[in-house]
């Protein structure tokens, strides 16, 4: 930073040292309006069949890294998620609060199969969306994931990770 003549700092270099950071190099804008979902989406993704019983879902849990799966139905349409919030819950709704019990007992009275669990209506994003748009809706509805819809089914599951991995990789090309 240089200092004028009165040996003040100078305003105008303090905003040229910022202007040369990365961050002001490669606007996030642009970078995310340039990318499709398409382009960083798992297209290898873990599901649950609506019938998939309670149990299975747990095992499968058990077994894989994954903290929530998509449920479809039988022409792999997506039908909701359920995840190990809904799981936990069904598990501990002895130890719930209160004001949970008559919710969470009808759960565990009916929840025999994904479809009884599941959250209805996840959030969803097409293929041909950008980056910029699932950030936003991430965002938006506090969450860690969009499900990607082509022609009603699942096409695969793009994540908060996947986004920084992406944008980071190309900021720094």
Known sequence: MSENEEGTPERTDVRKEEEDSPRDRTRLSDICADVKISEVMSEE????RESESIEDIIELMTRTPYHSFPVLNENDEL???IGQDNILELLFFER????HHT???AIKALSEDASTLMVHHPVTISPDSTLCDAADLMIKHHIDRLYVIREKKLAGVVSRADIIKKIHGLRRQ
């Not at 719930?96 to 004001?99: E, G, K, N, T, V």
């Open 45 to 48: 993704t873990t599901v649950v």
């Open 79 to 81: 039908l909701g998620v």
């Open 96 to 99: 719930s609060h209160r004001h």
């Open 103 to 105: 919710h969470l007992m």
